[in-house]
């Protein structure tokens, strides 16, 4: 079965500092790989997407994913935090069966200081 | 072109009664899924459905069920509740060429007491 794994539970960074989140997927054949992000009692927001292609993945706010086959991993980054990057971040993937299904990750809070 | 929109946003309710949530998809969206969202669980997939048929279901029990009407929006209800039902209700919608692409309605909080 399809899983992704956030290994870290919560993140502290500076406001300034540069941040990497970390995310593994377990997936037989090429993932649909995403990354969402979810302000306090807010729903998800779709950050970026990774069907195919170029595994350097633009998204908004100025965040960046880089997809690696060989580590199974889709590690979300962005240069420089600002406060408002503060909210708890998701990765998912896409199951392909009979429909289109998404796992998601347990997700992983970002705490900013100022 | 107006989000996903979910009714009510916030809910109190006892143990042993039940609820109906409410989830109305971006125009011209026709499958709308359930997740559940827990402290302890994080996002847990409920249902899905797509033209008034349910395609897809989670691992929860019988008194949590759905539908959807004709003009593609969707009710879940949980009967029954328990203590546990306690979570964020979050609705999503795509459009079926989408593939997984989903769009997410704010939630409704539910608490059980």
């Known amino acids: 079965a399809q899983s992704v794994t956030q290994p870290d539970i919560h993140i502290t960074v500076s406001e300034g500092a540069s941040l990497e989140l970390r995310c593994n997927y377990s997936y037989g054949a090429t993932p649909y790989l995403f990354w969402y992000v979810q302000s306090p009692g807010q729903g998800l927001q779709l950050l970026l997407k990774?069907?195919?292609?170029?595994?350097l993945v633009q998204g908004i706010k100025g965040f960046e994913a880089e997809f690696k086959r060989s580590q199974s991993s889709f590690n979300l980054r962005k240069p420089s935090v600002h406060w408002s990057d503060a909210a708890e971040y998701f990765c998912?993937?896409?199951?392909?069966?009979?429909?289109?299904?998404?796992?998601f990750g347990p997700g992983t809070s970002l705490s900013v200081i100022p | 072109k107006a989000g996903v929109t979910q009714t009510p946003r916030y809910l109190i309710k006892t143990r042993g009664q039940q609820v109906t949530l409410s989830c109305s998809p971006i125009?011209?969206?026709?499958?709308v899924s359930w997740y559940q969202q827990t402290p302890g669980q994080g996002l847990q997939f409920l249902f899905e459905?797509?033209?008034?048929?349910?395609?897809n279901k989670g691992n929860f029990p019988g008194r949590f069920s759905g539908r959807q009407f004709s003009n593609s929006r969707s009710e879940m209800n949980v009967s029954t509740l328990e203590l546990g039902d306690s979570a964020l209700y979050l609705c999503?919608?795509?459009?079926?060429?989408?593939?997984?692409?989903?769009?997410f309605g704010p939630g409704t909080r539910l608490t059980v007491t």
């Open positions: 459905y797509f033209s008034e048929t349910q395609r």
């Open positions: 990774y069907f195919s292609g170029d595994t």
């Open positions: 998912a993937v896409g199951e392909k069966t009979s429909y289109d299904k998404v796992i």
């Open positions: 125009s011209g969206h026709r499958s």
């Open positions: 999503a919608s795509k459009l079926e060429a989408a593939g997984y692409e989903q769009y």
